[in-house]
């Protein structure tokens, strides 16, 4: 399957997923407390597939566009309802009920990331050892101390047992800029408390990359062996194939894939004699590296993916995978708060926004690499999807909240004007947000971001 079909066929799984959950949500708890749904619809537009079960009222839809769905109930605002129904109209049932009904689709998105993540630590996650392999001269990471070879043990007292574990927790104390203690181990063994005070971060990097890379450290870097090559990019077309391993650049010796990225990079445009191995066999091909530029710099590029890497895998058992996945998830939700507030006070770019595009192209990636990497992506855009259903904008759960509070607070409902005036304003707002992402990611498709 190509990336194309790939991202196309992971955007589709997903949607699919977190849309049916979300509307299951409001669909099983409207039915509970008494609401009869009339149609539970997962995609808009023509119907291309509904059935009925016997003895309910409920009409089971797939729509043609399979982004969103809907949960008809019946509403004697919406429709004119006989009077042998009234006991399940929605706008009659109590503040409480509809109240409950609205917040289950968010809820039930919550639910499914703490599923997903679960199911994660269950499974076991390939990871690298939280060993440092190269520290970045002048960073943060250097300035407190660290070294080549440590070995990371724990962060303010919580035990470290991969690369990745941690990595919210960080990220959550670098937005706050706090102080965090890492205990790490040398090369030699040593024990050592190692302090990093993230006030002395650049802000505008978090969110943007990994937060052990803005703190100036890397793990160490995987072999240079060639996994994929792009398509009529320069090591396609010089003869290089997968599983192919980088010997020498022009004689100098490629130890990791580090060094070949480095050296590639630090050559653009200019034609290269490649020592490789391919099957035990020592061969040579000669290359010539494209050209890209990024802040006013020339790069090369030889247009092949690195080899993944995972010297060790993250483990847990039923019952110890409940409450990691809850801390994994409330760190997660917050991040993603807290980078939608700096965002809207100018303290993170609006660049970091994503619309459609970008997330296809992410769920093709991570539906290639596998049920783990595809399962924490549906994790995080479901909570995503909760959260932005959340906020106060009418025609989101979130603005059909906000009417709910306003009327326990004055003892009836807004006026109908306030909710038609609402509602053009949470349309607005709503396709301003998309506007945004969607120029987000053509500049991304463009190179640009």
Known sequence: MSGFGYSLFGFLVAIAILVTIHEFGHFWVARKLGVTVTKFSVGFG????????????????????????????????????????????????????????????????????????????????????????????????????????DTLVGVDGRDVLTWSDQQFYLMHQAMKSKTVDVAVEGSSGEARQIELDFAQIDQSLIGQRPITSVIGIWPPSPPAILTRLVPGAPADTAGLKSDDEILRINGELIGDWSELVNTVSSLPGETLAIDFLRSGVERQVEMTTSIVEADGKKYGQMGAYHPAFENTVYQLGPLAAIPASLDYNWRMTVITLRSLWRMLTARMSSENLSGPITIARMAGDTAESGLIDFLKFLAIISISLGLLNLLPIPVLDGGHLLYFLIEAIKGSPPSETLMIRGQQLGIGLLILLMSVAFYNDIMRLLGVI
Request: hydrophobic share 45%.
């Open 46 to 149: 023509k119907t291309i597939l509904s059935w009925r079960r016997k003895n309910d009222p409920t009409e089971y839809v797939i729509g043609l566009i399979p982004l969103g769905g809907y949960v008809k109930m019946v509403d004697e605002r919406v429709e004119e309802v006989p009077e042998s129904e009234l006991d399940g109209a929605f706008n009659r049932k109590p503040l409480w009920v509809r109240t409950a009904v609205v917040f289950a689709g968010p809820a039930f998105n919550f639910l499914f990331a703490i599923f997903a993540i679960w199911m994660v630590f269950l499974i076991g996650a390939p990871d690298l050892k939280p060993i440092v392999g190269d520290v970045q001269s002048d960073s943060l990471a250097e300035r407190a101390g660290f070294e080549s070879g």
